[in-house]
């Protein structure tokens, strides 16, 4: 297939929903790593055209909603400083930090601007040489080689009052810590397109062989989706895990290696704290020594304590696939859009977002 169009066609849909109905005889949980696939899964209703055994999971995959406590706090604390200029994406802008977020900061006169991009961040630096510029690292594989780019740019063009704070994370290591968490039962991951394209199928291998467990690379829209879930119920229905590439017009099995150069020229792997998971180790990127001078972290001596989620918020359990949102006793009561308490309600790929705008 060729066209976007191709990838919606109802009948190839309706083809292969019947094959999924016809196939599917297992109670299998399946996971949706990205929060981008739990917008289309809802975006498409996907949800209610499968068999009642078959569920969907959202998981980790929204770099937002995975953003631990101390990290949101630390930007609120760059915002504080004077003379600081916080760049950060707007998803960002409202998540609650134990005592504040960035738009109440904004409200109260901080200089926190949204950007696009990273490039936009280091502009900004450029053009206010007076002030030291932060820029908010938040992201996965998709977004770390463009941060390393821009930290690189920094560096070649001598642009000394800008940093990065860096809350990156690996999807790999994130995928082998719920499958070590008691309590989670996942029958096969539906994996982020996006992510591997950075990544290449290669990257999951090691979990895929550790844990035995049913793995499929999809696209985003409806037809990668159904197509992906089918190929995990077939997994399942003859006992045969696999890893398997349903995004081949855009994932290979070795990823965008310039990219991944990129990145590892910049960042090392580090142990991070993951929202409601705790540490997971390895599974963070921060900063080579060499680029000491643009680690915010350093440059500012930022270290945030670790604090406990808002209270009654189960984000860390629906990350992990433990509960829905509906199963937390605040959603749509205290937690809405307008008043969000913890960050899967922030985010546009948030779990509880989505279920709130489409349930
Ligand atoms: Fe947290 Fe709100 Fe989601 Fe509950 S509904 S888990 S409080 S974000």
């Known amino acids: 297939m060729k066209y976007i169009k191709e990838y919606r066609d109802s009948g190839l849909a309706k083809n292969i929903i019947k094959a999924i109905k016809a196939e599917s005889k297992k109670e299998l949980a399946l996971m949706e790593v990205c929060g981008t696939h739990t917008m289309s899964i809802f975006r ?21 909603c995975v953003t631990a406590q101390q990290d949101i706090d630390a930007f609120v604390e760059f915002a504080r400083i004077e003379n600081v200029i916080v760049t950060t994406f707007g998803d960002l802008m409202k ?12 409200a109260r006169g901080a200089d926190v601007k949204i950007v696009y991009s990273m ?19 938040v992201g996965f594989e998709t977004t770390i080689p463009t941060i390393a780019a821009g930290i690189l740019s920094a560096k070649n063009e001598e642009v000394k009052n ?7 994370k690996l999807t790999p290591p994130a995928l082998a810590a719920l499958m070590e968490t008691k ?26 062989e550790k844990y035995d467990i049913p793995s499929v690379i999809a696209g985003f829209e409806p037809i990668d989706i159904l197509n992906a879930v089918l190929m995990l119920i077939r997994q399942n229905e003859s006992n045969s895990p696999a890893l398997e590439n349903a995004y ?3 994932v290979s099995d070795q990823g965008n290696i310039k990219a991944k150069t990129i990145m590892n020229q910049v ?20 900063l080579k020594p060499e680029y000491n001078q643009f680690d915010a972290a350093i440059k500012f001596n930022m270290n945030m304590p670790n604090v ?17 949102p509906e199963a937390c006793a605040l959603y749509k009561k205290a937690c809405t859009p307008i008043n969000p308490v913890g960050p899967c309600m922030v985010s546009s790929e948030g779990a509880c977002a989505a279920y709130y705008r489409y349930n």
């Not at 490039?119 to 820029?135: C, G, M, P, R, Y």
């Not at 996942?186 to 996006?194: A, E, Q, R, V």
């Not at 142990?271 to 990127?285: A, H, K």
């Open 44 to 64: 498409h209703g996907i949800r209610s055209v499968l068999p009642s055994n078959i569920s969907l999971l959202s998981g980790p995959g929204c770099p937002v």
């Open 95 to 106: 998540v609650p930090g134990s005592g504040s977020s960035l738009t109440k900061e904004k």
């Open 119 to 137: 490039f936009d961040a280091l502009q900004i630096a450029k053009n206010n040489q007076d002030k030291e510029v932060v820029f908010c690292g």
């Open 162 to 168: 800008f940093s990065v704070y860096s809350a990156n």
């Open 183 to 208: 309590g989670v039962k996942i029958d096969g991951f539906i994996l982020p397109g996006h992510v591997s394209v950075i990544t290449g199928t290669n990257a999951y291998r090691a979990t895929f």
């Open 248 to 250: 081949p017009r855009a």
């Open 267 to 286: 960042f090392e792997i580090c142990n991070t704290v993951w929202r409601g998971i705790g540490e997971i180790p390895l599974s963070g990127m921060s």
């Open 308 to 324: 406990p989620e808002p209270k009654g918020c189960a984000c860390g359990d629906i990350l992990m696939g433990l509960k829905t």
